[in-house]
């Protein structure tokens, strides 16, 4: 069973920065393309970034791109979200996901795509 455990959330100002963790179990985790999403107070949840199994492809939503930057850890079962300049519109629960398929492109993901979904941590910026 596929289980996902996100981490590193918390109450922050504009302009700080937050790293968030997600640790995966259940499965061999270098094979799976595995995303980080968002939803805020009365929204969708929304793409923020993802990053391929190999950890040498990522994309990201281009209101963070300048800002956050995602990488994993094949050896620690981690992927990470490194988020610097935080600003109050980044405000949001914060969800870790992976695909069911292993191996593949990350070029046409879509929300639809992901299958397992962590609990969420929630990311709070004040301004």
């Known amino acids: 069973q596929v289980q996902l455990v996100e981490s590193g959330g918390g109450l922050v100002q504009a302009g700080a920065s937050l790293t968030l963790s997600c640790v995966a179990s259940?499965?061999?985790?270098?094979?799976?393309?595995m995303g980080w999403f968002r939803q805020a107070p009365g929204k969708e949840r929304a793409f923020v970034a993802h990053?391929?199994?190999?950890?040498?492809?990522?994309y990201y939503t281009n209101s963070v791109k300048a800002r956050f930057t995602i990488s994993r850890d094949n050896s620690k079962n981690t992927m990470y979200l490194q988020m610097n300049n935080l600003e109050p519109e980044d405000t949001a629960v914060y969800y870790c996901?992976?695909?069911?398929?292993?191996?593949?492109?990350?070029?046409?993901?879509?929300?639809?795509?992901?299958?397992?979904w962590g609990q969420g941590t929630q990311v709070t910026v004040s301004s």
């Open positions: 996901a992976t695909v069911r398929d292993p191996f593949g492109s990350i070029a046409d993901l879509r929300l639809a795509d992901y299958t397992y």
């Open positions: 259940g499965r061999p985790f270098s094979r799976y393309n």
């Open positions: 990053i391929n199994w190999a950890g040498d492809r990522k």
